[in-house]
């Protein structure tokens, strides 16, 4: 019912920079949060960030504080994620993510998008 459509991953050099988008099907107004996740190999997967859809309070983990930055445009229902500084740690499918109930944007989500493949060569 509810699509999650991601874009602009890719293959990017170490120190480079990359700009994810995800465009929602769904009204705005039944989203509370957008937010990103990436599973890297060898792992589960990771909340990277959030932003609630009301008020644009935001979370990240740790290891991108400083480095990515979560962004929304309510009006095309659409989250962005830049990414700057890549690191081959970075590597990872990033995956979209809505929450339609709750009041705060850290996990759990409800729906999920396809993935988007990031590669950081070094």
């Known amino acids: 019912q509810v699509q999650l459509v991601e874009s602009g991953g890719g293959l990017v050099q170490a120190g480079g920079s990359l700009r994810l988008s995800c465009a929602g099907s769904?009204?705005?107004?039944?989203?509370?949060?957008m937010g990103w996740f990436r599973q890297a190999p060898g792992k589960e997967r990771e909340f990277v960030a959030g932003i609630r859809w009301s008020g644009r309070r935001t979370s990240y983990t740790e290891s991108v504080k400083g480095r990515f930055t979560i962004s929304g445009d309510n009006a095309k229902n659409t989250v962005y994620l830049q990414m700057n500084s890549l690191k081959p740690e970075d590597t990872a499918v990033y995956y979209c993510?809505?929450?339609?109930?709750?009041?705060?944007?850290?996990?759990?989500?409800?729906?999920w998008g396809q993935g988007t493949q990031v590669t950081v060569s070094s």
């Open positions: 769904g009204r705005a107004f039944s989203t509370s949060a």
């Open positions: 993510a809505k929450k339609i109930g709750g009041n705060s944007e850290v996990p759990p989500y409800d729906y």
